[in-house]
C-alpha cells in the first residue's frame, strides 16, 4: 500500500521558517515527479512547487518563488519544502504528491489531476 506522510507543519510567525518533508512508502519514487500543493482556508487546492526525478530545475508557483525550496532525497524516499520568509497567506493545510504513471520524465506537472498518489496534509499557520 503507497502511502506519503507529510511532516513538519505548525505555528510560526510572519517572517520564520518551516520545513516540510513528505515521506514515502509502499513504493519507490525515485523516479517520479513529486510535487507540493496546498489548500487555504476556504479555498481550492493550488500549486506550490515541483521537483522531477532527478531533483534538477524545480518549479515554483509565484506567489512563493525566492522563498520556498523544494528538495528530495532518493535514497530516503523523501521530498522537502523548505519555507522561510513565511507570511499570513501563506497559511493552509500543504499536501505532497507523487506523480505515478511516468518514469524519469522531464516534463512540468503542475495540476492536481496530473499526480496519483498524495498524502493526508500538515497544517501550516502563519500569525501576522
Known amino acids: 500500500q503507497v502511502q506519503l506522510v507529510e511532516s513538519g507543519g505548525g505555528l510560526v510567525r510572519a517572517g520564520g521558517s518551516l520545513r516540510l518533508s513528505c515521506a514515502a512508502s509502499?513504493?519507490?519514487?525515485?523516479?517520479?515527479?513529486m510535487g507540493w500543493f496546498r489548500q487555504p482556508p476556504g479555498k481550492e487546492r493550488e500549486f506550490v512547487a515541483t521537483i522531477n526525478w532527478n531533483g534538477i530545475s524545480p518549479y515554483y508557483a509565484n506567489s512563493v518563488k525566492g522563498r520556498f525550496t523544494v528538495s528530495r532525497d532518493n535514497a530516503k524516499n523523501t521530498v522537502y519544502l523548505q519555507m522561510n520568509s513565511l507570511k499570513p497567506e501563506d497559511t493552509a493545510v500543504y499536501y505532497c504528491?507523487?506523480?505515478?504513471?511516468?518514469?524519469?520524465?522531464?516534463?512540468?506537472?503542475?495540476?492536481?489531476?496530473?499526480?496519483?498518489?498524495w498524502g493526508q496534509g500538515t497544517q501550516v499557520t502563519v500569525s501576522s
Open positions: 509502499g513504493r519507490t519514487f525515485s523516479s517520479s515527479a
Open positions: 504528491a507523487a506523480e505515478g504513471k511516468h518514469s524519469y520524465s522531464g516534463n512540468l506537472f503542475l495540476t492536481t489531476q496530473e499526480y496519483d498518489y
